[in-house]
């Protein structure tokens, strides 16, 4: 079973910059694939940022040149680095990871472990 503990979400101004933190324990298998899905009012989850095995990221259009998606296995924390945030981006976050490797990275049904979600707002 695989546990995921999301922080850094938070209220900033449209162009600044937000760090959102994952946590998942250490008995995380280390082939797990892990991902960024979010949700705003009344729209459906979206799939962010996803990150395989060997590092190679996956990024939405909306996204791509604004946020990263680094993982620090030695922290068992995985990140979402958000630069250069928009009104559009306000959503809940969710971090996810799926056991095997999704062949849409960015499909929320791929994932089967889920985080309870950290708020972003951006004004």
């Known amino acids: 079973h695989v546990q995921l503990v999301e922080s850094g979400g938070g209220s900033v101004q449209a162009g600044g910059s937000l760090r959102l933190s994952c946590a998942f324990d250490?008995?995380?298998?280390?082939?797990?694939?892990m991902a960024w899905f979010r949700q705003a009012p009344g729209k459906e989850r979206e799939g962010v940022a996803a990150?395989?095995?060997?590092?190679?990221?996956t990024y939405t259009y909306a996204v791509q040149g604004r946020f990263t998606i680094p993982k620090d296995s030695a922290k068992n924390t995985l990140y979402l680095q958000m630069n250069s945030l928009k009104p559009e981006d306000t959503a809940m976050y969710y971090c996810?990871?799926?056991?095997?490797?999704?062949?849409?990275?960015?499909?929320?049904?791929?994932?089967?472990?889920w985080g309870q979600g950290t708020q972003v707002t951006v004004s």
């Open positions: 996810a990871a799926a056991a095997w490797a999704p062949r849409q990275p960015l499909n929320q049904y791929a994932y089967g472990y």
């Open positions: 250490a008995y995380t298998p280390a082939n797990v694939r």
């Open positions: 990150i395989d095995n060997a590092g190679s990221a």
